[in-house]
């Protein structure tokens, strides 16, 4: 099966600064791969996806490249805030039998310093 | 805007005890899932539905049923709950045949001892 390996664990930025979370995934046929944020107490919600037809997609501060080469696909946040602090979960989707199946990464715990 | 909702958000109970956790989605969507949250680990996936008395397993069923008997509704079953099943349960649901978001419930803390 897929297996999604996502670094850093733990990540503290300066606000302001930018911070970037990087992702790999085994299986070449998986073709989507989105990013949630879960704040502190809350549910994970979907902030960016992109398909595997697409190497870069962008919304205001948050962008994600893909490398289908390299199986590989990163978070970048730029001027960061403090509301950005939250654990970051990256996914790949693979078409599995018929249905979509999604493996999350281990999450990435951001903290951005005022 | 879709909505997601889990039966109880903090549930306590003992081991051996048969646990029910349920999950109601109201946007008509196909497919639903079972995720169990815990540090360092993420999110890994118990079980999934894509349509009504479907079920498939995930990545760690192990110990776990679930049950589908209403397109809305997809219910998790600890049959004898164990210690090593304290954790947080999220459940999921998203609509369609392809890829795309999955909307998350506010997930059940469950603690057993």
């Known amino acids: 099966g897929e297996n999604v390996e996502q670094h850093p664990s733990t990540l503290s930025v300066q606000e302001g600064d930018s911070a970037v979370i990087k992702c790999t995934y085994s299986d070449s046929a998986s073709n989507y791969f989105p990013w949630y944020k879960q704040e502190l107490g809350k549910r994970p919600q979907l902030i960016i996806d992109i398909r595997s037809n697409v190497g870069e997609k962008k919304d205001q501060r948050i962008a994600v490249t893909l490398n289908k080469t390299a199986k590989h696909f990163s978070l970048h946040i730029t001027e960061t805030q403090p509301e950005d602090s939250a654990v970051y979960f990256c996914a790949a989707s693979l078409n599995s039998g018929g249905y979509q199946k999604v493996t999350f990464g281990t999450g990435t715990k951001l903290q951005v310093i005022p | 805007d879709v909505k997601v909702t889990q039966s109880s958000r903090y549930l306590v109970k003992r081991t051996g005890e048969k646990v029910f956790l349920e999950c109601v989605q109201d946007m008509d969507h196909e497919n639903m899932f079972w995720y169990r949250q815990d540090p360092g680990l993420g999110l890994r996936l118990i079980y999934f539905s894509y349509d009504v008395k479907m079920k498939e397993k995930g990545d760690i069923p192990e110990g776990y049923s679930v049950s589908r008997e209403k397109k809305e509704r997809f219910s998790l079953i600890l049959e004898s709950a164990s210690t090593n099943q304290t954790s947080m349960y999220l459940c999921?649901?998203?609509?369609?045949?392809?890829?795309?978001?999955?909307?998350f419930g506010p997930g059940t803390r469950l603690t057993v001892t």
């Open positions: 999921a649901s998203r609509g369609g045949q392809g890829v795309g978001e999955q909307y």
